[in-house]
């Protein structure tokens, strides 16, 4: 959170000092950046409190007012962080956290002739959905709205020949099963070359059995219960289905209870059909679908890869062989906006990686950089003229 109140400041002043470059004799040319004519409304996920400051954050720092509607499951942390921006001394009335049902703020919000930009974390689906209000409503505004949204992933981990196996191994396990799987960012799918599965299998299912999990108030629980029931019964309910298939077999996890929590013990699930459900559908939860892939088929599994969910959103390649790594990031240009090589595919840090997606992942305006505050100012060219002219003729022509 502090960091991304610390890196907008830096990143809005070299935004207001991006000016023309020239000026002629006698004038001076400038321009202004100014907040959006209307509110912004900030809609905010459960996961991560520091991703509700900044969504309203960011268009405040901007000069906008936000209207920031948190995630239900999210209130308590969320009006934290607001009374503390509060303390801080931002004045009444220009962050405005208002909990509420989704569905009737919503459509409030976007009747009113000042709404003015959409900045949304959250599912594809409820994005796609604001988005066609918006444009049902788009004769009521009085500009075309912003709309900036991070929404969905099923992000990959491609494991090439020549990959050191035990940090493929270790980052995978972490990346696809901390917090719960319950980032848009975490591994979900993971490809492993045929003459390497064995090996990455063993080490995989062992590290991810050994993997304690608890109340998060013991800080040695690696993993704790998943959010709520109706992410519990979404996230069981693709183990199911992949129990029940005849292209899937569990091969680690596949346990869990509600009976004091919502756990899910992490899933690792072997997929024959690269092209299955689990392969294709975001679950956001602690399950892992694994293809391997035979050495030879390298370049049409990234095709496969691309082709296999609508979603752009991270993705890793493990490769020692340099050229291997260079060749997968140069195929896979569109299948993330965080790319990463050698590493997990999720834990983007601000200042350091600016994070988004495209495709159905959501806008790529990415927080943690200048773009993202570009979205919610105006600008306005101003030319100023110290010199009074003489007469209407062009001197060219004189």
């Excluded at 799987?181 to 492993?192: D, E, F, H, W």
């Excluded at 509600?258 to 399950?287: H, N, Q, W």
């Amino acid at each position: 959170t502090a960091d991304f109140l610390r890196f907008n400041v830096k990143y809005s002043a070299e935004i207001y000092a991006q000016q023309p470059p020239f000026n002629a004799p006698g004038i001076w040319n400038r321009v202004e950046y100014r907040p959006l004519e209307g509110f912004v409304y900030a809609v905010s996920p459960f996961n991560f409190t520091a991703i509700g400051v900044n969504l309203a954050a960011a268009p405040a720092l901007m000069g906008n007012t936000v209207l920031w509607k948190p995630s239900n499951s999210a209130v308590l942390s969320n009006y934290v962080a607001y009374d503390i921006m509060r303390e801080a001394g931002v004045p009444d009335g220009v962050i405005q956290f208002v909990p509420g049902d989704a569905t009737s703020m919503t459509k409030q919000v976007f009747e009113h002739p000042e709404f003015a930009s959409l900045h949304f974390t959250g599912s594809t689906h409820v994005f796609k959905s604001m988005w066609r209000q918006i444009a049902e409503n788009i004769d009521r505004y009085k500009s075309y709205p912003r709309i900036v949204g991070e929404t969905g992933g099923k992000n990959y981990h491609l494991i090439h020949s020549s990959a050191n196996i035990d940090n493929a191994v270790n980052s995978t396990i972490r990346g696809a099963f901390e917090f719960q799987g319950q980032k848009c960012s975490a591994c979900s799918r993971l490809y492993v070359p045929k003459s390497k599965w064995s090996e990455f299998r063993g080490k995989l299912v062992a590290g991810t059995e050994s993997i304690k999990m608890g109340p998060i108030t013991d800080p040695t629980n690696f993993m704790g219960p998943v959010i709520n029931q109706a992410a519990y019964d979404k996230i069981t309910g693709y183990i199911e289905a992949a129990r029940n298939s005849s292209d899937c077999e569990i091969i680690a996890g596949g346990k869990y209870s509600d009976s004091d929590g919502y756990y899910i013990r992490p899933t690792i699930v072997l997929a024959s059909d690269p092209y299955c459900k689990l392969m294709e559908e975001e679950i956001f939860g602690p399950v892992l679908t694994v293809y391997v892939y035979d050495d030879a088929e390298f370049d049409s599994t990234l095709d496969t890869i691309s082709r296999t969910t609508p979603y752009g959103l991270t993705g890793a390649v493990f490769a020692e062989d340099r050229m291997a790594a260079v060749h997968a990031s140069t195929r896979l240009l569109h299948t993330a906006g965080n790319f990463y090589i050698n590493d997990k595919c999720t834990g983007a840090v601000v200042g350091q990686q600016p994070f988004g997606g495209s495709r159905a992942s959501g806008t790529n305006d990415k927080p943690g950089s200048p773009s993202l505050l570009l979205r919610f100012v105006s600008p306005r060219s101003i030319k100023e003229n110290m010199i009074p002219i003489s007469g209407y003729t062009y001197p060219s022509n004189n």
